[in-house]
């Protein structure tokens, strides 16, 4: 996940996870893993006294060694910044052009 | 020998292009007011829902219109999905195009832990899996009506449903 992302969002409290996208809890039947990131989210829903404060759950993510964790092919903005790539620097600045 | 607390790496996953954009709009500045409401009662006496930003859609609704994002690669399907508490991998599709949906339609608990919070409810570290949890496409530069039409109609059924807490899963 991206943590400094979501914070810069302004949400009040953050479990942070260095898991990458489509494993935010862990591998597939994976359960303890799972119950102790859910577990590791509520306690900091709990402890958490100070809006935006972020807590960072020490799970290590070695796992993801094993795994392609890539979507299956490039999402529609990225063929479109390839095909388009003068507006870079939109996508960059998220300052996405006029519909037409 | 002292013990280092973990610090997440934020990018550690992301290459090139990704990387710099999230860098990027993550530098763009925080909200001056982050809203803050204090936890009014113990975890174990909470209803609590999951929204998970996977775009996941039961198999019996209509799915996340992925053609919305090839016409417009800048926005994505605005809409969102009720699911309920009973929901498994086999009852879903994972719509988002930004992922590697192969591990949520193997166990939804990977991105969605409803099985996970309804052992913690059996487990009583919870009151209650909310009846329903939610889901929508976490990936728009155009979020306008995700947000004027999206969220306050989750906001509502979450009301309706007295939940106490919502624990919102990036995808």
């Known amino acids: ?100 | 020998m002292e013990h280092v607390a973990k610090v997440v790496d934020s990018y550690r996953f992301l290459d090139g292009i990704s990387k710099r954009a999230m860098r990027r709009w993550a530098a763009l500045g925080t909200p001056d007011q982050i809203p803050w409401t204090p936890l009014a009662k113990p975890l174990s006496q909470c209803t609590v829902a999951i929204v998970s930003s996977a775009g996941i859609a039961l198999r019996t609704q209509p799915p996340f219109d992925r053609e919305i994002e090839d016409r417009d690669p800048w926005f994505s399907d605005p809409s969102f999905r009720i699911l309920p508490r009973t929901a498994k991998a086999e009852d879903v599709r994972v719509c988002h195009l930004h992922i590697n949906p192969s591990f949520a339609a193997q166990d939804l608990n990977c991105v969605m832990p409803i099985e996970r919070l309804n052992e913690l409810e059996a487990l009583g570290e919870i009151a209650r899996s909310a009846p329903s949890h939610y889901s929508y496409m976490g990936y728009t530069l155009r979020p306008e009506a995700l947000l004027h039409d999206s969220v306050p109609a989750i906001i509502r059924r979450l009301r309706e449903e007295q939940v106490d807490t919502v624990l919102l899963v990036p995808a």
């Open chain 1, 1 to 100: 996940m991206i943590p400094e992302l979501t914070a810069s969002s302004g949400i009040p409290r953050l479990a942070a996870i260095e898991h990458p996208f489509g494993l935010t809890l862990g591998l597939p039947d994976d359960a303890a893993r799972q119950l102790a990131v859910l577990r590791g989210a509520l306690r900091a829903l709990v402890e958490i006294s100070l809006p935006g404060e972020i807590v960072h759950l020490p799970f290590d993510s070695d796992f993801t060694l094993k795994v392609n964790y890539q979507p299956p092919e490039p999402p529609p903005i990225a063929r479109y910044l390839t095909l388009h790539p003068w507006q870079l620097l939109k996508f960059l600045n998220r300052t996405p052009p006029e519909k037409t």
